[in-house]
């Protein structure tokens, strides 16, 4: 039933947006699928010997397998002609880009798109090229090596920057330069403001407010990214102070709790709480 109700739904697709290729098409797959499955199950009808319920005249017999034959074959002809082109089709173009990569290797000149086209029974092998160009003789080397690989028939095209008013790739090593330093410096910009944002630099003037709330007992605070040198490692690196002053006597519960807090709120695990006078 699917190779029934698939073409009638592309069929239906096209008819419905105007595209008669898509409905011809489907339609005819649509129709050879319906022919052959029923010649199919004729022929398997007759192959396990069934008979019919009602005898014909000879004749008649005759004459319906007649224009079941002449029916099948009207409808597979043209199946087979599509057949041959979609193949004919299929191996020029493994031949073009068979060609276009042998013949098309030099040291200054890259393929950056090929274009294989076939219009009104006359294809095109299309290619466009980035660096230094080819010479009219080159090009004219290269149209003649169609004939040896059986594709004369092919028309070959060549796109080159400085055919169309466009500068070659070396000619324009200076904008390409300039733009990537300018591309550069922008991630760097980019790179410092996502830290800055990561950072707990940017909640501890929202931060501070609920300090002054929740610990009274707070003078001052201050924070900073500081160094820390490994003498035995000669390595460094930086972690969060906290330079905190406290008013009088706190207990050590108390500055425990101010430093979960600091840990919950700002989500930092690692960080170094120092007390100043």
Avoid at 3 to 29: D, I, K, M, Q
Avoid at 96 to 123: D, Y
Avoid at 210 to 235: A, K
């Amino acid at each position: 039933m699917r190779y029934l109700v698939s073409p009638l739904c592309t069929a239906g697709y096209g008819l419905a947006t105007g595209n008669f290729r898509f409905f011809v098409g489907a339609l005819y797959l649509y129709v050879i699928n319906s022919i052959f499955i029923g010649l199919a199950t004729f022929f398997f009808v007759r192959f396990m010997g069934f008979h019919a319920v009602k005898k014909v005249h000879a004749e008649v017999d005759k004459r319906i397998r007649r224009y079941i034959l002449l029916i099948a074959a009207g409808i597979a002809l043209p199946s087979v002609y599509v057949a041959y082109d979609i193949i004919s089709e299929t191996n020029f173009r493994r031949e073009a880009l068979s060609f276009v990569n042998q013949n098309f290797n030099f040291e200054k000149t890259r393929v950056i798109q090929t274009s294989i086209t076939r219009k009104n029974g006359r294809r095109t092998i299309e290619v466009a090229l980035m660096g230094a160009p080819l010479s009219d003789e080159m090009v004219g080397h290269l149209r003649s090596q169609l004939a040896l690989k059986a594709l004369g028939e092919a028309d070959l095209s060549v796109i080159q920057p400085e055919k169309y008013g466009m500068p070659s790739i070396p000619q324009n090593n200076a904008a390409i330069v300039a733009e990537s330093k300018v591309s550069q410096e922008r991630i760097l910009a980019l790179e410092k403001q996502v830290q800055f944002l990561q950072s707990p630099r940017r909640h501890i003037s929202r931060v501070a407010k609920e300090i002054n709330v929740i610990f009274p007992q707070i003078e001052t605070i201050s924070f900073g990214e500081l160094m820390e040198e490994n003498i035995g490692t000669l390595s460094a690196d930086s972690k969060p102070t906290f330079l905190v002053k406290w008013r009088g006597g706190v207990k050590k519960s108390e500055k425990d709790r101010f430093s979960l807090f600091i840990k919950l709120r700002l989500e930092i695990e690692n960080f170094n709480l120092v007390e100043v006078q």
